[in-house]
Nanobody, 124 residues
């Protein structure tokens, strides 16, 4: 079993930056692929980024390419999402997810464990 706890959300002006963190419990973190998803009010949860078990492979949704960076520190059992050049349309609850595989993609059904989410609000 893996428990995920997100932090780092908040209110920021358009053009600003935030860094989300997701701390994982459990001994298997370093062998799991990790992902970030988001869900805005009235919308379905959507893929943001994913990272492989070693961090060597990353995948991004088109709408965040060049602005967001996913990374991980296996020694700290933590995955990060650095978000730059934020836009009002980035406003959402951001969720961290873990997949019991070494590589994962953009489908939410690939992920086995989910955090509770952290709110990100970008004002115009």
């Amino acid at each position: 079993q893996v428990q995920l706890v997100e932090s780092g959300g908040g209110l920021v002006q358009a053009g600003g930056s935030l860094r989300l963190s997701c701390a994982a419990s459990g001994r298997s973190f370093s062998s799991y692929a990790m992902g970030w998803f988001r869900q805005a009010p009235g919308k379905e949860r959507e893929f943001v980024a994913a990272i492989s078990w070693t961090g060597a492979r990353t995948t991004y949704a088109d709408f965040v390419k060049g602005r967001f960076t996913i990374s991980r520190d296996n020694a700290k059992s933590t995955v990060y999402l650095q978000m730059n050049s934020l836009k009002p349309e980035d406003t959402a609850v951001y969720y961290c997810a873990a997949a019991k595989t070494r590589y994962s993609g953009s489908s939410r059904y690939e992920y086995d464990y989910w955090g509770q989410g952290t709110q990100v609000t970008v004002s115009s």
